[in-house]
């Protein structure tokens, strides 16, 4: 059962341009998301995250959306550079857990080229 | 030390054999996770530890599969008698105040 989805594998942009990676989730039990940016042979590095009460956070060039409604999520990155190319992996929390343990997402490639 | 640290990098194993991967996480931090990313697959939660409390075993796939930490310190991911589908990427992160965890490298598994 896959809690956490990134129906798309991978996604390519011009440089400059916009980035748009989505995540959906099933379970509502989930308080807070993070996003993950992970190189080839390292480990993910955090990124961005927001709180399951607000509906946007913004980091530099990095936005990220909350729609609890449609249970959906999404990383917007402006302008794209080509150093942003990697994976990136949606991350959830379930509430009230003891483990803080974070239900990740399958990942999505994202290509910026130049 | 200023990350956390995986060992070894790369380990190529026979099928039956057991292996032992090691995690050192950052000094201070309390929370210890242990995730494998198997090929095409997000990343699986596997164990946790915090501080000295009993661990959540809930993620280990089957019994050939153990952890340990003493304390704050060093864990060490043992897997017995090796199957092909263990091959994967285990990924070790610890975790201090906030929610963010700090990942190690990783150790690739290829069990032949």
């Known amino acids: 059962d896959q809690q956490v989805k990134q129906n798309s594998p991978s996604l390519s942009v011009q440089e400059g341009r916009i980035s748009i990676l989505n995540c959906d989730y099933t379970?509502?039990?989930?308080?807070?998301f993070l996003w993950y940016k992970k190189y080839p042979a390292e480990g993910p590095t955090f990124l961005i995250s927001i709180s399951s009460i607000k509906d946007k956070n913004e980091d530099g060039r990095f936005t990220v959306f909350l729609n609890k409604s449609a249970k959906h999520l999404s990383l917007h990155i402006v302008p794209s550079q080509p150093g942003d190319s990697a994976v990136y992996f949606c991350?959830?929390?379930?509430?009230?857990?003891?483990?803080?343990?974070?239900?990740f997402g399958t990942g999505t490639l994202l290509a910026v080229q130049p | 030390g200023a990350g956390v640290s995986q060992s070894p990098s790369n380990k190529v194993t026979e099928k039956g054999k057991d292996v032992e991967l090691r995690c050192d996480p950052i000094s201070g931090h309390t929370a210890l996770y242990w995730y494998r990313q198997r090929l095409g697959q997000g990343l699986e939660f596997l164990i946790y530890f915090q501080g000295n409390s009993a661990p959540d075993k809930s993620g280990l796939p089957s019994d050939r599969f153990s952890a340990e930490r003493t304390g704050e310190s060093v864990s060490t991911l043992t897997i017995q008698r090796t199957q092909q589908e263990d091959s994967a990427v285990y990924l070790c992160?610890?975790?201090?105040?906030?929610?963010?965890?700090?990942f190690g490298s990783g150790t690739r598994l290829t069990v032949v």
């Open positions: 992160a610890s975790r201090g105040a906030n929610y963010g965890y700090t």
């Open positions: 991350a959830a929390r379930v509430a009230g857990g003891a483990t803080n343990k974070l239900i």
């Open positions: 379970n509502s039990m989930f308080d807070y």
